[in-house]
């Protein structure tokens, strides 16, 4: 099971940091990512880290803005967001796959969405 928090509103320009924990499965040894979407748009890769959290990999649309890292149980897994933009706004969602580096949108595990609204 995950579960992600730290969703808000917050102005062009500034920062949030989301969180997904994860519980009841041995999700040390997955990948974990981040998957958005913005209303009336399709689902989009955000970013992701491989199970040992050593490598990272991003959207080009967040590269350089956005930093994904591994808590030190493993089991927790975050989103640092800086230099938001409007554009940003979305529902952010945590994922998991039983691989151990993965990007794409095909996860195996999906905890719900947080909304991160970005104003202007």
């Known amino acids: 099971q995950l579960q992600a928090s730290g969703g808000g509103l917050v102005q062009a320009g500034g920062s949030l940091r989301l969180s997904c924990a994860a519980s009841g499965g041995t999700f040390s040894n997955y990948a974990t990512g981040w998957v958005r979407q913005a209303p009336g748009k399709e689902r989009q890769f955000v970013g992701s880290?491989?199970?040992?959290?050593?490598?990272?990999y991003y959207a080009s649309s967040v590269e350089g803005r956005f930093t994904i890292t591994r808590g030190n149980s493993k089991n927790t897994v975050y989103l640092q967001m800086d230099s938001l933009k409007p554009e940003d706004t979305a529902v952010y969602y945590c994922?998991?796959?039983?691989?151990?580096?993965?990007?794409?949108?095909?996860?195996?595990?999906w905890g719900q969405g947080t909304q991160v609204t970005v104003s202007s």
């Open positions: 994922a998991a796959s039983t691989q151990k580096m993965y990007v794409g949108l095909q996860f195996d595990y």
């Open positions: 880290i491989i199970w040992s959290g050593t490598a990272t």
